[in-house]
């Protein structure tokens, strides 16, 4: 791998992860005074919780299967097997879908969807960035890939095994990482919902 796509690949590390924290300050601020219509320890609010525990786990596997493939290989060349064969950005893909996981450990359908169509919106600016930057470094191979792969939404239709990256134990860990983050917000909101229930923490509006 060159300096300028090394380079490239860690602006991008960086990126994806100054989003994340922005997005979790964004659930940490509506957790804080937001509340379901649904009380809790109800059928649908556990219900909607159990769906996003789910989801979580989805989002996280999901981001370890493209770290197969592309391990560390986006700056360098254009990979088209496995989930990328179906989507150019599996990795926001899957972390879009544990962002609807962790709004819905508020048990609400709301937050679910809020918080999962922010993420994308958020990870929408990054990957015009990065088609920017890939196109220029990898040239007319990448530009066949953006005519044929849909940028976001999945088509399976497409989907092709290939082969793998190679394991990479350091570039799965920071992945796991990364994905654990959406695993901290299961007790954090049972503690604020503890606090909201006991009158410690005011809620200032609820959301179905």
């Known amino acids: 791998m060159t300096d300028n796509s090394l380079t490239g690949l860690r602006s ?23 509340q379901s219509i649904f009380p809790p320890e109800t059928v649908v609010h556990e219900a909607i919780e159990m769906a996003g525990i789910v989801l979580i786990v989805i989002g996280i596997a999901g981001r370890l299967w493209s770290t197969l493939y592309i391990g560390g290989k986006k700056s360098a060349t254009v990979v088209t ?13 899957f972390s879009s879908i544990a962002a609807v996981g962790v709004g819905a450990q508020m048990g609400s359908i709301t937050a679910a969807v809020g918080f999962g169509a922010a993420c994308a919106a958020a990870f929408h600016i990054v990957i015009l960035r990065e088609e920017r ?4 470094n990898l040239g007319a191979d990448y530009r066949a890939y953006l005519a044929t792969v849909p940028r976001f939404f999945p088509k399976p239709s497409l989907y092709r095994e290939g082969e793998t ?4 134990p350091s570039l799965l860990l920071v992945t796991l990482l990364d994905g654990l983050v959406f ?3 299961m007790p954090v909101f049972e503690i604020i919902d503890a606090a909201q229930l006991s009158g410690a923490l005011p809620v200032l509006f609820r959301m179905p």
């Open 12 to 34: 991008y590390q960086r990126l994806r992860r100054i989003t994340l924290a922005v997005l979790l300050a964004l659930v940490f601020f509506v957790l804080l005074f937001g």
């Open 81 to 93: 097997d496995g989930p990328y064969s179906i989507t150019r950005n599996p990795l926001y893909v």
């Open 133 to 136: 930057f890939l196109s220029a």
């Open 165 to 168: 990256a190679g394991f990479k």
């Open 183 to 185: 695993l901290v917000a």
